[in-house]
C-alpha cells in the first residue's frame, strides 16, 4: 500500500487549504484513515478520522473548522481545512488502517502565519 500526500503549504491565519492523500489501493479496503498532524516540540496527535461503520472523529481543536473526506472514484482522502490557525501548524499524514495493518504517507508540511 503506497499512501501519497500533497497540498500543504505556507497559509495566512484564517485562509483555507485543502490536503490530498492518493492510496495505491481502493478506499473501500480500509477500515480506517484518518489524518494526523505533529507540530513542532509536540506529539503526533490525531486530527480526523473516517472508521468504517461509526461516526467520523474530528479532534476538539479542529472541529467546525476542518472536514475529512474520500472519494472511492481516484482513491483519495481529503481534509479540507478552513479558518486556518497559527497552532494549525505541523507536518500533517494521512494513515489507513487495512486488516489490523496500519499504513502511513509521508507528511505535508503545513504553515500558518499569524
Known amino acids: 500500500v503506497q499512501l501519497q500526500a500533497s497540498g500543504g503549504g505556507l497559509v495566512q491565519s484564517g485562509g483555507s487549504l485543502r490536503l490530498s492523500c492518493a492510496a495505491s489501493?481502493?478506499?473501500?479496503?480500509?477500515?480506517?484513515v484518518a489524518w494526523y498532524r505533529q507540530a513542532p516540540g509536540k506529539e503526533r496527535e490525531l486530527v480526523a478520522r473516517i472508521t468504517s461503520g461509526v461516526p467520523t472523529t474530528y479532534s476538539e481543536s479542529v472541529n467546525g473548522r476542518f472536514t475529512i473526506s474520500g472519494d472511492t472514484a481516484n482513491n483519495t482522502l481529503y481534509l479540507q481545512m478552513n479558518s486556518l490557525k497559527p497552532e494549525d501548524t505541523g507536518v500533517y499524514s494521512c494513515?489507513?488502517?487495512?486488516?489490523?495493518?496500519?499504513?502511513w504517507g509521508q507528511g505535508t508540511q503545513v504553515t500558518v502565519s499569524s
Open positions: 489501493v481502493s478506499i473501500s479496503s480500509a477500515d480506517a
Open positions: 494513515n489507513w488502517i487495512i486488516n489490523y495493518q496500519n499504513y
